[in-house]
């Protein structure tokens, strides 16, 4: 009786596969990821989840001193510090994009995006920082690049703040200085009045914690480089004010639109944070709680206020405490008061993460003056068996990727994002397979956050639109989907096989097995 069964079993499959090879229909097994949506040639989408590319002003622009913008801290210390990075290159001229908007809009709309990320560079709105003078041609730029996205069915994301303060304000102290809260806010008032009924989705600040650390806290660690402004001498002190004030700014900025421009306009305001991913070097205890320590400086640090209002307790204990152990009488760390802790709990409708890659965190106390690496006692390692593509900084682990978004919802809740940067460097050239396959993997990855760890992730950004000035790296790293001649005065783009990739992916919704 078994064997009958067995037989007619088989003739079953054989039937199925005769029959699906006849109609040109042959039967494969699945390559799908488990909890995906599956489709014949890979998986699908999620419903309503937007794509769209990125940029900054600073890094495409040019025109540093056309139509009456005024001086940013970034132009200041290209022009002071000429081989502070790779190739002691500045954005004088960049991509040139502001005076190639029809071209790059149309580039944009041959992509077939449904938005395009890109920041408003503040001198070119009020040059000194000042409200009271108001730059009109830098207003006007602006609005042409809106109309001309809309007029494409682009959806425009505008970032406020991307590491570009106006340089008179750094004579304050820049972000070290409460006043420069205030006015940021008013900067943020006349973008609302402004463009607040085209833009629908606004980013306050990019990367508060990237700019604090690099910018004011003495650069990344384990290098000689420091980010503009270039403080340096304030390590372990400057940064966390900088950082302070940058969640405030946020935060005062969010209740502004909430309270006078969100009935009429109707959009979303949040703040952007970089997340990498920290996993312990070795399975021994202190590198497991190193791990967790810088976890908590590089994630919770911006998270928790957002979410309860005010530090984690243990950020705060571990500086308080290392601050009075170095004889001082006040915490190196800033405190938010009652009235700002209220104000900063909840401040926003979604947070944007730029996530790019991992880092192995060994526990480490060869640290002779205060940072944070020193506060939470760990060296950050990019894990040499990962496939790193350009930059040195980066490594290709799509499941770190996963896990940042898991812990995010794991920690703090049903929170609405919106993934605002990712992408890879990959020197290659135009054949860019490197930068496809980063862009898939970490893209399935995100499918996954969603359909099995339950994350509400709205939108995904790619990084980036053109290859750019890359801060540091100068134009050596290669970030863009379409290259850019930079020794060409006209700066042609030149489309990489990533776009292709692109294409096809939003006209079919479907990342290829």
Not at 133 to 150: F, S
Not at 159 to 182: A, E, I
Not at 276 to 281: D, G, R, S
Not at 413 to 429: A, K, Q
Request: aromatic residues 12%.
């Amino acid at each position: 009786m078994e064997s009958t069964a067995i037989l007619v079993f088989l003739a079953f499959l054989f039937l199925t596969r005769f029959l699906g090879i006849l109609l040109g229909k042959e039967v494969r097994p699945s390559l799908a990821i488990e909890g995906s949506i599956t489709e014949p040639m890979g998986i699908k989408l999620p419903d309503g989840l937007l794509i769209g590319v990125g940029s900054s002003a600073y890094q495409i622009e040019g025109a540093p001193y056309e139509d009456g913008k005024g001086e940013s801290v970034i132009d200041r210390y290209c022009k002071e510090q000429p081989d502070w990075n790779e190739d002691s290159s500045n954005g004088t001229m960049a991509c040139d994009s502001y005076h190639k908007i029809k071209e790059d809009v149309a580039l944009l709309k041959d992509l077939g995006v449904n938005f395009f990320r890109f920041s408003i560079s503040w001198p070119r709105i009020t040059p000194t920082g000042d409200p009271t003078y108001i730059n009109e041609e830098g207003i006007d730029h602006y609005h042409k690049l809106i109309d001309a996205l809309l007029d494409a069915k682009i959806q425009p994301m505008v970032t406020m703040y991307h590491w570009d303060l106006p340089q008179d304000l750094q004579l304050l102290g820049g972000w070290t200085n409460r006043v420069v809260v205030d006015f940021f806010v008013d900067y943020a008032r006349i973008l609302f009045k402004e463009y607040g009924n085209k833009v629908k989705r606004w980013v306050t600040v990019n990367e508060p914690q990237l700019i604090s650390q690099n910018g004011y806290g003495g650069g990344p660690a384990g290098t000689n480089i420091s980010y503009p402004p270039g403080i340096t001498q304030w390590q372990g002190f400057a940064d966390y004010l900088s950082q302070h004030h940058m969640l405030l700014a946020h935060a005062y900025t969010y209740r502004l639109y909430e309270k006078e421009f969100k009935k009429a306009q109707r959009g979303l305001v949040g703040p952007v944070f970089q997340i990498f991913w920290m996993k312990p070097y070795s399975d021994t205890e202190k590198d497991r709680e190193a791990a967790r320590r810088a976890r908590l400086f590089e994630i919770d640090s911006m998270m928790h206020p957002l979410v309860k209002g005010d530090y984690p307790s243990e950020y705060k204990r571990i500086i308080n405490t290392h601050s009075k152990n170095e004889g001082r009488r006040i915490s190196r760390l800033p405190s938010f008061t009652d009235e700002e802790v209220e104000l900063i709990k909840g401040s926003f409708d979604y947070i944007g993460i730029n996530y790019y890659s991992g880092y192995d965190v060994k526990y480490s106390e060869n640290f002779s003056t205060p940072s944070q690496p020193k506060d939470y006692a760990a060296d950050k390692i990019i894990n040499p068996k990962a496939f790193t593509p350009g930059v040195k900084w980066l490594s290709h682990l799509p499941k770190d990727f996963r896990s940042s978004l898991k812990y995010l919802r794991d920690i703090y809740g049903d929170l609405r994002f919106f993934i605002t940067e990712n992408g890879c460097d990959d020197p290659s050239g135009l054949n860019d397979k490197d930068r496809i396959n980063y862009l898939m993997n970490h893209l399935k990855q995100l499918i996954l956050a969603i359909n099995e760890d339950g994350c509400d992730v709205s939108g995904y950004t790619i990084w980036s639109f053109l290859d750019s000035y890359e801060w540091d790296a100068g134009y050596k790293a290669k970030f863009g989907l379409y290259q850019v001649d930079f020794n060409d005065r006209k700066r042609p783009r030149i489309p990489k096989k990533s776009v292709e990739a692109v294409k096809e992916l939003m006209k079919t919704r479907i990342i290829p097995d």
